[in-house]
């Protein structure tokens, strides 16, 4: 009798991934970027390539006074001496253009002041009491790093509030200095408890990360309500996913939801993209994909890497909109082309299969591998097959094995079960029948169906554990129970030879026909030597 060992892992190739939901998960400080201080450092002979000034959306006490959306960018700190200080900058200007574009949230005006050489011109229009205001001047702060601290560190300990914030916010992100979150949340905090919505923002974030602080999910939730109580956007979307998952608060999806809908009414693209994934999962609200678009959409228009992935994977499979697989790539790749992991992933899958574009083997191994080097598992666990099967990049099954375990150490059970095959076959690493029961067993107990059938197979035979018929049966039965028509044929055997069971042809030949409607040859040809109709 022979026992078939190895399904076919094309279904994996043509199909992993592909249908996934997009994972109903965030994270914190990555949902929204922090207030910044113009870019990061860079010394030179000539100065540094910054402006030296903290901007801020204006957020929602402020929209109305100033007739500005929520997200408009202000002022909110000027180092005495920078370039900003030089061009004119004040703090409460509300930044409109630069080089005469328009600029409407935080996110565009950093992009457009960050896209210059050092020393080159900048052109700055902003409101000021009311009136609009033109600046322009060179891109350059003629102060040491010393000097920059030392000026907003004096500040500070006169007690200003937004040099207080700043302050932290340099050390907390090293900033013209060298990083330090231990110095960082005492003055946070200083600038918190006077009702810097910012601070207590930051302050909340370095609690949920357990920077400088020790982590506390509670006192993260707490500083986050004081910021989202006073309409700061970024404060209500990550207090919304504290209540999503459960940290700090006690889960509540109609709460997440009713501070993500206060933050996406701020234009907060990381809420709408939340807002998002709420409808597409019924979470909090009820499910509707068409509204799941719709704040897809918000978002990915603003250039929310996230948002546009899924807002591709919703074009892909048809939900909320018109299937259309030439859409689904637009997006994939604006979001891949921002470096999200995700969509290089989903970008591999497409040019794999040949769906909205001409099928690419090459292609589609570089994007799992952009993915893959970034620890995305299914893009690792879809690199290592395109090594075993040498689709898009030479034939290596060391290679295949390699980026299995990287999957595999992740959890990953299509990745644990790849690699107890290519243990028990010597493929790529030494034959070794106890590590590949191994592997067999970590997916199995996942629920990994194939290998549910395979670890069957090793105590069937005896390889890498002694051999065991009932234990053999019940691994077929569990994995027959989902369906694996491979685990159904030889469960069909077992019963028809009495062995780990007791023998029952009438038994065999149900397993048979199940295996057979699915397929399966062997088990059609087994009704076929029972005389039995399929």
Known sequence: MKYVTRQVKDFVREKYGVKQQP???GTIRDLVPLVSLGPRSLSTARGTASLAVFFRP????????????????????VVPGGGGDHLGLRPGDVVLQVDGFDVSTLEESIAAIRNRELGSRIELTVTRAGQQVTLSGPYVTHLPDSQVMSRVRQLAERGEIEAEFCLGYLLANGQFTVKDDGKAVP?????????????QYDLGWMYANGRGVPKDGAQAAAWFRKAAEKGYAAAQNDLGWMYREGRGVVKDDTEAVAWYRKAAGQDNAAAEWNLGLM???????PQNDPEAVAW????????????QNDLGWMYANGRGVAQDLSQAVAWYRKAADQGNPIAQKNL?????NGRGVTKDDTEAAAWFRKAADKGVADAQVNLGLMYESGRGVPKDDAQAAAWYRKAADQGNPFAERFLGFMY??????????????AWYRKAADKGNAVAQNDIGFMYEHGRGVAQDLSQAAAWYYKAAQQGNDVAQCNLGLMFENGRGVAQDVNGAVAWYR????GGNQRAAESLRRLNVQP
């Open 187 to 199: 003055w946070y905090r200083k600038a918190a408890q006077k009702g810097h919505a910012a601070a």
């Open 23 to 25: 994972e109903l998960k």
């Open 296 to 307: 897809y959409r918000k978002a990915a228009e603003k250039e929310h890497a996230a948002a």
């Open 58 to 77: 204006i957020g929602e006490p402020l929209a109305a006074d100033l007739k500005q959306p929520p997200a408009q960018p202000h002022v909110v700190f």
């Open 514 to 517: 199940k295996a057979a409607a």
């Open 348 to 352: 591999g899958l497409v040019y794999l």
């Open 424 to 437: 028990q076959n010597g493929r790529g690493v030494p034959q070794h029948d106890t590590e590949a029961v």
């Open 279 to 285: 409808y597409q999962n019924g979470r909090g609200v």
